[in-house]
């Protein structure tokens, strides 16, 4: 005999974070179908209790709702999380030497796959070069994405097989580097990879279902419930795969997907009326301004400190950045943008203002997304546009802190990754990953933006540090109400989706430096346990 209303999990724990408080609360947690059905206490959630239901008690480990990353790339970074990990080399030799020892334990792959290079970290902090490459490596083809994804160190073989060479022009937005003898070097930046990745990346449907499968897995394990899927490039192709997957009922993480800027109106509104589930949504657009400090692509206001030549380089002219805006926006979509100088954030919030005055004001929740430097003139304007601000607190961790204010210079170093200072002035922040540029464990973000200790060991700027339940809030809520999901997810209500996430202590309770050790116990994703420690694998529906 089954009650009417009869729970499929209750949860209990002396540590649960709803989302609404700043502290966690001792309840009860009642999982009917794919919904909260009660949270309370025990007398309140009994009546659900049957003889069929799951019970799970966590005495003061923490409950909270299921981390939302708000800006991945999933095929791209599950393709580099299963290559060969570059961020531990301290120079060029070390870094080739790894991808040889990848290579030879990897005799099978036509394509050798690594990321996560930056010279700022090496002796000498020189940009390398294919002729290393080819010494150790010269018969197979390498891709070798830097730590930021915004360019890339290949060999000999790989141009020659990519027919990049000394007369190949540079494509828009984007260069190939070369020597004095006009050679390209093999380092390629912004969209010149792309020449290397259409090839590199041409996997059969087979290969792509083994990625998403693995992203999947990932993602379950570290407490990830939902993601926004950022990477507005040629990721178009994976849609039908993600479609695919959540007609079967195999998508154990949400994607909310977010396609170029640069598409065609009448596509993106097709995309908008063909993918609309509640585990697989269109979410809005994407587009770059800018690229990244380190290559000096990055727009600033004014010259770079150390290159007074150059303010950095804008993927559109100032005039088509606005009336890509203005056209979407009068579509209703919400537009995300990547600016990470100062001048980029600058043009993004010129280009949102631009919109509300031609098409009027609106809740379209645009968002600029990295905000690494910015001037402080622009800091009020995000509240004032209603512009959500998109960060990752790891990526200040990796950010060589000396060649970064080289790079910028100091006057513009106080306001670099202002996480606490946007909050302050009223801005909405949701954090991400970035990944593949940061792991996806939400936990390694969550203690950066608590503590800002830096790739040095010690914090930089301590007054951007935000408290844990805002880090918390600002990886649950917060992004749910920048996918326009609030009244859905993010937070710990009756009638909202059950998506949770439990840990194996109580953060709130322990060092800041026990994040960085702490383990998800159970994921939970619509009503479905998706991850339990004590199995090996997850409980993905087929």
């Known amino acids: ?67 939302h990353d708000f800006h991945l790339h999933l095929m791209m970074g599950t393709i580099f999380e299963n290559g060969v990990d570059l961020s531990e080399a301290r120079s060029e030799d070390e870094a080739v030497q790894m991808v040889k020892r990848y290579a030879d334990d990897h005799p099978d792959e036509e394509w050798i796959i690594g990321f996560g290079w930056d010279a700022s970290y090496w002796d000498g902090k020189q940009l390398p070069n294919r002729y290393s490459l080819d010494h150790v490596i010269g018969d197979r083809l ?50 010149a990879t792309k020449l290397v990745d259409r090839k590199a990346f041409n996997y059969s ?34 849609y039908e795969l993600f479609k695919e997957f959540d007609e079967k009922d195999q998508l154990t993480t949400r994607i909310h997907i977010f396609p170029s800027i640069d598409f065609d109106l009448e596509m993106l509104k097709q995309l908008h009326r063909e993918y609309a589930s509640s585990k697989l949504q269109f979410s809005g657009l994407k587009g770059f301004i800018d690229g990244v400090i380190t290559s000096r692509t990055a727009y600033l206001v004014g010259p770079y400190a150390d290159d007074p030549e150059t303010c950095g380089e804008l993927v559109y002219s100032p005039e088509e950045i606005k009336q890509k805006v203005i056209k979407a926006d009068k579509e209703g979509f919400r537009i995300r943008f990547h600016a990470i ?46 512009v959500i601000a998109s960060m990752q607190p790891e990526l200040m961790a990796q950010s060589e802190r000396e060649t970064y204010t080289s790079l910028i210079g100091q006057e513009r170093e106080p306001y670099v990754f202002p996480i606490n200072t946007l909050k302050s002035s009223g801005v909405t922040v949701g ?112």
């Open 1 to 67: 005999m089954c009650l009417q209303n009869e729970a499929d999990i209750i949860l209990s724990s002396d540590a649960v974070f709803t989302g609404i408080l700043d502290k966690p609360i001792s309840a009860y947690i009642a999982i009917v179908d794919n919904k909260i059905a009660a949270i309370g206490s025990k007398t309140e959630v009994d009546p659900f209790l049957g003889p069929n239901t799951k019970v799970y008690h966590y005495g003061d480990q923490l409950i909270l709702p299921g981390f």
């Open 142 to 191: 390498v891709l070798l994405n830097h730590a930021e994804m915004h360019y890339a160190w290949v060999n000999s073989k790989t141009l020659a097989f990519c027919n990049i060479h000394r007369d190949t022009e540079n494509p828009p937005y984007g260069f190939i580097n070369k020597d004095e003898n006009g050679e390209p070097t093999g380092i390629l930046y912004e969209k």
């Open 341 to 386: 100088g100062d001048g980029a954030v600058r043009l993004a919030l010129d280009a949102f203002e631009e919109a509300q005055k031609v098409n009027g004001e609106r809740d379209s929740r645009h968002t600029i997304e990295h905000v690494e430097v910015i001037q402080k003139d622009d800091i009020s304007r995000f509240h004032e546009l209603g």
């Open 431 to 542: 954090l991400g990953t970035d990944f593949p540029v940061a792991t996806l464990n939400p936990l390694l973000e969550i203690y950066r933006a608590v503590t800002r200790i830096s790739s040095d060991g010690t914090p930089w700027h301590e007054h951007e540090r935000i408290s844990l339940a805002e880090a918390l809030k600002d990886y649950t809520k917060s992004p749910a109400y920048g996918t326009f999901r609030e009244n859905e997810l993010g937070t710990l209500e009756v009638g909202k989706l059950a998506d949770l996430v439990i840990l194996d202590r109580n953060l709130f309770e322990v060092p800041a430096e026990e994040m960085l050790v702490s383990k998800v116990k159970l994921t939970i994703v619509d009503g479905q346990v998706v991850y339990d420690c004590n199995h090996t694998s997850n409980k993905t529906k087929s």
């Open 205 to 238: 449907k087979d290969k792509e279902k083994q990625l998403l499968e693995k992203f999947l897995t990932l993602s379950a394990r570290v407490g990830v419930t939902s993601v926004n899927d950022m990477y507005g490039d040629n990721n178009e192709k994976y």
